[in-house]
């Protein structure tokens, strides 16, 4: 029976989830944290997974059975699910690197032969389906994903965003759309397909050349594109894009219908139709719409390799948005170091809320990437930790203070982490960021086969951190967007991650370098640029790329241990900081120049 008001605990909803998993003969839940477009930040609406736990981290897998509940996390998450899980009879359970499917192993092991699992078709992809059926199929377990029970148990859900639909300024758009889907339909045909759904929100906004607001932090909207030989349709809530918008999308062969409409379109396909689908990009409910004995081709859909190959024009708009975030942090910093040397009482929601103010007065700011992560000393060993107004610290006293921030910019995306020494610092915080630059700098700098799997690069930046017996439970880099999602594939590197030919690098690609070292209940260190890949030199032995480090603000060699340094490492951190001196000179005045020009003095061994 449906509820009037929503049930107020964590422990109160998941008690009402349990009663309808009941009523509707369902033994288990799976919800994992998506939406209908595979996203990672999710609207509202969909946040079912943190509203039923009262977990709010971004990634985290529930399952509810009616005797047990448990929430899937990774090691950047462990700290924060455990404090939020407290009195809500749901377990932790923590996921190590390679253990993605975890959840569905333990559904087969907790359920007798027999039973069913229910989840929400909408939102969960056909690939995650299909490799749920592969750990329930040995003992006749079924699943049901025909509808959503969190519908019955949340009356007062968030409706979906209303958000408008605007034109990437033609300024920063280097292919037209209508050349766009001209180079998608011919990556179609060579699949053998006509027709192709794409519902992932960035590659729609990268293909359209249009940008909205209806996810926090990516400029992305609610929507689906299904594109045929003659034509493509935007399938998007009425009344958010104007009459004007339409109809240049009209002049490039683009009708927009409906959000609502996608799966009648589907289902209305021509019996004569081949269509290409991403299974990992696609949700269940609207693979389910394409008619039976409709012709599928099941590849990775075009646009996302396409999408991540930035082009020159593409990254000369990015230099000069990184330009603009290292003026902003260069007055950021200065702002810092004053107030903390005139005892000002500043806390990490302080850092946060002059950190983005900095940025908003640059040129082409639009908003933040993600939530900025301001930690110090033992909240800097939570990889994802989140200052609130209920939980943060005041930074005084002596340690670390880990900053990882981010902001998109009309002509790119930005995300960096510094890490600031405050007070006196001993000789255990030095030894650890020193390792971790070194991490920062190996990769940095290597060289590399055009076409590696991304994640074979992840032991470069580790080595120097093994070699000292230390690891992080991340991965080293993800793929970054052009104004768009601040994680982005298909590169990623992580030794756990599969190296299929989908990772392989190729130019233009750009992505995060990130080590990290951990210490629960002390402090952590992560150190992070953004890089693209370059051509290097070519040999009898093939192509060679290169990282071009893009990223443009000091690393703090006050924190340094200098006895740890070769003088290769001191002379790239020396060039790259004369990189940065010379790039954001101009940009800066008054007390940001002179700590620019303090921080990006030249060190010797």
């Not at 009879?89 to 092991?109: F, V």
């Not at 590849?299 to 991540?308: C, D, E, I, N, R």
């Not at 990772?503 to 233009?508: E, I, N, S």
Request: with cysteine; charged share 25%; net charge negative.
């Amino acid at each position: 029976m449906p509820l009037s008001e929503s049930p107020r605990t964590p422990a109160a909803r998941l008690a009402a989830l349990r009663e309808a998993m009941h009523e509707n003969a369902v033994d288990a839940w799976w919800l994992p944290s998506s939406d209908p477009h595979s996203s990672e930040y999710l609207p509202e609406h969909w946040q079912g997974r943190a509203w039923l736990s009262g977990f709010d981290g971004s990634v985290g897998t529930l399952v509810v059975t009616q005797q047990a509940a448990g929430l899937w996390v990774d090691s950047r998450y462990w700290v924060q699910a455990e404090q939020q899980l407290a009195g809500s009879g749901i377990e932790l359970m923590k996921l190590q690197p390679g253990q993605a499917q975890r959840p569905m192993q333990w559904l087969a092991e907790q359920l007798p032969a027999g039973a069913t699992v229910g989840f929400d078709g909408a939102v969960v992809s056909a690939a995650s389906v299909r490799q749920l059926e592969t750990h329930l199929a040995p003992k006749a377990i079924r699943w049901e994903g025909h509808r959503d029970l969190l519908d019955t148990i949340w009356p007062d859900r968030p409706a979906l965003p209303e958000a408008p639909v605007r034109a990437h300024p033609r300024a920063y758009v280097d292919t037209a759309r209508r050349d766009k889907l001209a180079a998608l339909r011919e990556e179609m045909a060579a699949q053998g397909a006509d027709t192709h759904l794409v519902s992932t929100l960035d590659d729609i906004a990268w293909l359209t050349n249009l940008r909205g607001a209806d996810v926090d932090f990516n400029p992305v909207f609610l929507s689906h594109l299904l594109v045929e030989a003659t034509r493509a349709t935007l399938f998007v809530a009425p009344d958010k894009l104007d009459d004007a918008l339409v109809g240049e999308l009209a002049d490039d062969g683009i009708e927009v219908a409906d959000y609502a409409l996608v799966a009648e379109r589907l289902a209305g396909l021509s019996v004569d139709a081949r269509l290409l689908i991403d299974p990992a990009r696609v949700s269940l409910a609207l693979t389910e719409a394409v008619p039976a004995g409709e012709a599928v081709v099941e590849a990775m859909q075009p646009s996302t390799l396409a999408k991540s190959r930035k082009s020159d024009r593409d990254i000369a708009h990015v230099r000069h948005a990184m330009e603009e975030d290292g003026a902003a942090l260069c007055a950021f910093f200065a702002w810092l170091e004053d107030a903390l040397a005139s005892d000002e009482t500043v806390t990490e929601l302080d850092v946060d809320e002059r950190i983005t103010a900095e940025r908003a007065r640059r040129d082409g700011f639009v908003s933040r990437s993600f939530a900025t992560i301001a930690a110090f000393n033992a909240n800097g060993a939570l990889p994802h930790y989140h200052a609130t107004p209920a939980a943060h610290s005041v930074i005084e006293g002596d340690g670390l203070l880990l900053i990882d921030s981010g902001a998109q910019y009309l002509g790119g995306t930005t995300d960096i982490t510094r890490v600031v020494p405050v007070g006196e610092i001993d000789a255990a915080h030095r030894r650890d960021f020193t390792r971790v630059l070194k991490g920062t700098i190996a990769l940095s700098r290597a060289p590399f086969p055009r076409g590696i799997p991304s994640p074979q690069l992840d032991a470069i930046a580790r080595a120097p951190l093994w070699a000292a017996g230390l690891d992080y439970g991340h991965g080293t880099g993800h793929g970054v967007g052009y104004f768009l999602n601040v994680h982005e594939g298909p590169q990623v590197i992580a030794w756990y991650a599969s190296s299929t030919p989908q990772t392989a690098m190729q130019p233009g690609m750009i992505t995060s370098i990130e080590p990290g070292v951990y210490r629960p209940g002390q402090w952590g260190v992560r150190i992070e640029n953004l890089v693209v890949n370059r051509p290097a030199e070519a040999s009898e032995f093939g192509d060679f790329l290169r990282f071009e480090t893009l990223t443009l603000c000091p690393i703090d060699t006050r924190a340094l241990d200098m006895s740890r340094l070769d003088d290769t490492e001191v002379e790239w951190l020396n060039a790259y900081h004369d990189e940065v001196r010379r790039r954001l000179m101009p940009k800066v005045d008054g007390e940001a120049r002179d700590w620019l020009e303090q921080r990006t003095a030249p060190i010797a061994r």
